[in-house]
């Protein structure tokens, strides 16, 4: 009987049989932003990345907070994973292997950040 892939080890998996040097969002050991990679993709024959939804991203760090106690209330969770997402996240460039990240405006349509 084989073992069941996580979605999270099949993007590990499938990203690296485009480009073994894709980066992640957290670390090997905190695979919990796994659960915001939405595909892989690239721009105009660049490197293959892996493609993060930032609400999906928001919505993980939110619940590690959550679930760690660090806020009294969800929505003070919420506003430090969005301000933590915004700077450290968002803003990181670090090289042609950087993962990619999608948002979607009011209107329900997604969009490069």
């Known amino acids: 009987m084989s ?4 979605p999270s080890k099949k993007w590990r998996e499938l990203i690296a049989d485009y480009n ?16 915001a990679i939405t595909g892989i993709g690239r721009v105009h024959g660049s490197q293959y990345v892996l493609v993060y939804s930032y609400h999906l991203i928001v919505v993980a760090l939110a619940a590690k907070m959550w679930a760690r106690k660090d806020y009294e209330t969800k929505e003070d969770c919420w506003e430090s994973a969005q301000e933590w997402t915004d700077f450290n996240t968002v803003g990181a460039y670090m090289g042609p292997n950087t993962p990619f990240i999608t948002m979607v405006d009011e209107h329900g349509y997604e969009y490069a950040s």
């Open 3 to 6: 073992k069941k892939s996580t």
């Open 20 to 35: 073994e040097d894709a980066l992640f969002i957290g670390t090997k050991k905190e695979t919990f932003y796994d659960a």
